[in-house]
Each structure stands twice: as structure tokens, then as C-alpha cells.
């Protein structure tokens, strides 16, 4: 495996990131393309499934936290005895995922012929600005619909969840108002990348539950002020991971591929004491937090595909109308379950989703039946990058 280190810059190019001028160099690629994804995330899936798909890929890490990809799962050649392994080509190690956005960097990447897979790594450790701004890379996906993902923008998610028509959970305005289970939304205080949610049923619960949060240092003032709080769904969680082809001409353009659901720390530790014990718990052990730490995989009864068939559809056209050109490759709508059988989402990734590692290389089941071959998230995004290459096509699926 070749370890692949920043060389230093070329031209300076445009720093203005319009459509037109990253079509230009996605289609100065020619048929040689290299598929990059930050180190982070869902990045094991994507760099499997590119590997199965025969695209080389390179991945961008951060020094101390890059074991699995530098070393781990690095792709070696089989000898004479020993088999093939891996599937990790080059590597761009950097001091900090924020120094993706030099401009060295950036013209490294160009120079690779890279078409760049975001993850929710990538808008978490680099600015949406950046991202919009300065990163002058084709991006496969939609661009603009990173910065639908986050809460506190004025134009989010539910702001098109809510032109769409989509079912989601009560928005309650005032904590006063709290007269049932609800959830609190936040970001978590000390671990930024992760959640300081926590449940409350009335008024008075709320506000003993923040004060404890506060001075557990979970969750900060400041952001309980900004916090979403939304009725609680009772019922289970399905993490639907679709995807949309703007490729395809004669099948449908959307597909589900598979679903997940989450593993959260120290919640599903909570679950699994019998109700005395969790009265019994004190200080900080008392509420549970919401750090995602793995998934699994699930299926749906079918009998409920086409409500989520039908959300897809509306959350695509929805899109395509406020952020153009749209939805473009992979999605997910991470839905509740209620005891009528109904819909409600919660939250959505406008990209690749933080689940599917768990379908890589065995694939998503339902990607699997509609191709007849294992197709996870990953691979898929493999397949129609390979053939926007092919077709020539390549500016249809990158902004």
C-alpha cells in the first residue's frame, strides 16, 4: 500500500465551487477515477465496496486514529503461499481532517482524480463553509444538502420534512408545554460529535434532568436554550438506507438498499437492568446517554414497504425543489415505528449513512435481491460512479 503524503500545490484554481466548474474536472477524470472518503464514519464500506467494484480509492486520515486503514485492512498482493487481503489503497495522512481543506491537500486529491464520498465525518470535522467554499474536488452527492443535516440552521431537515408532507415527531416550543414523554435534542457538551439527549415526561422532570446534565458537564446551558424537543414516538427504530440513481432510465430511480438500527451507549446498558435496578441508580449513572457505538441490521414486514417506499419518494421530489439538483446517491430516513403501523421521521442523512458498515461485503438485503449479488451502500455508490465513468456521465452525479 502506498502511503500517499500531500504534494504541494498546484495552479490555484477557482475558489468559487459552482457546479459547472466541478463538472469540468470530474470530466477532465476521463475513465480514470480513484473514489476518496475520509477515514471516519461509514468509510470501511465505501472503500470495500469501490474495492469490489475494481475503482482504486484513496482515504484521508488523522495521525492517531488511522490503525485500521493504514494498517488493518491495507490491501496486500497475494505471495506464494500467503492469500490477497485487504482492500485499503492510498492513504493521505494528515495531522488533522481539518487540513483536508488546504489547498495543497486539495489539489493532491485533483491530481488523484479523486470523486470524494461524503460522510457525516467529513461535515462534522470540516466546516460547511469549507465544504461549500473551498473544496474544489467533485463531490458525489448533493453539496448543498450537507448543511440540511444540522438542527440549528434556519432551512434544515424539518423545514423539508414539513414542504414534503413527511410525518415527524410533535415540535413542543416551550418546556412548560411538556405534558407527555418527549425527547430533548442537543449536542453533547464535552463529546461535540455526539448526542446530550435525555426524556422527560412534564415540565418539572425536564428541568431536574437538565440541571443534572448541566452539572454532569453532558450538556451546557447554552445549548439546552437552542434544544429541540419533540414528542417521544414509542416504538422501534428503522434506519432506512436508500438510494437514488439520476443514472438510471429504466428501472426506478429509487431503491431501498437495506436497514439498521443503532446500538447507544449507555442507553442499551439502561435496557438491560431490570426496572428496580434502574429506580436504584444514582448521579451519573441515573440517565442514560445516546452515543451511537454500532449497529445492526433488521428487515421490515412487507407489508409496510411501500409507506416506506412512499416517504422516499416525497423526501426526493421535496429536495429536488429546494436544494437542485437534489437527492443524488445514497440517503437515509431514520424512522420510529408506532403501534398503528405509522411512520414518523426523526432524523435524516442527506448522504451515506452511519449504519452501513454492517452490510459491507455481505450487502444490504434488499440490495441484495434487487441485483442478485451482494450491493451494499458502499458498493453501490461504487456502481454508479463506475458507470457515470463508463457512460460518461460523470457530471450527473457529482456537485
Known sequence: MQIFYPIPPLSVMDW????????????????????GVLGS??????????????????????????????????????????PARGFVDDVMQLPKFSDLMKRENLAALRKRNTVFVPNRSLSSYCSLDDIEEKFNVPL????????????????????LLEKAGLPYPEHISDPSDIDSLVMVKMHHKL??????????????????????????NVISREELS???????????????DFFYSPLEEKGERIELLGIDWRFESSLDGHVRLPADQQLSLRGSQRIPEYTVVGHNSA???????????????????AAMNAYPPGIIGPFTLQTCVDKDMHFYIYDVAPRIGGGTNVHAW????YGNMLYNRNVSSGRRVAMEIKRAVIEERIEEIVT
Open 140 to 159: 458525489f452527492g448533493s453539496r448543498k444538502m450537507l448543511r440540511s443535516e444540522e438542527r440549528e440552521e434556519k432551512e434544515n431537515y424539518y423545514t
Open 191 to 216: 463529546k461535540r460529535l455526539e448526542r446530550g439527549f435525555f426524556t422527560a415526561s412534564s415540565a418539572d422532570e425536564y428541568r431536574r434532568k437538565a440541571e443534572e446534565l448541566i452539572a454532569s
Open 362 to 365: 455481505v450487502g444490504h438485503p
Open 226 to 240: 437552542n434544544a429541540r424537543i419533540e414528542r417521544y414516538i414509542i416504538g422501534p427504530v428503522f434506519n432506512l
Open 299 to 317: 428487515t421490515l414486514r412487507e407489508s409496510l414497504l411501500d409507506a416506506a417506499f412512499e416517504l422516499a419518494e416525497k423526501y426526493v421530489s
Open 41 to 82: 464514519h461509514s468509510a470501511l464500506d465505501v472503500l470495500d465496496g469501490s474495492n469490489q467494484e475494481g475503482l482504486r480509492t484513496i482515504t484521508v486520515t488523522q495521525k492517531g486514529r488511522d490503525a485500521a486503514y493504514v494498517r488493518y485492512f491495507r490491501k496486500l498482493p497475494a505471495g506464494k503461499t500467503s
Open 16 to 35: 468559487m465551487i459552482e457546479r459547472s466548474h466541478i463538472s469540468e474536472i470530474a470530466k477532465g477524470y476521463g475513465k480514470d477515477v480513484t473514489v
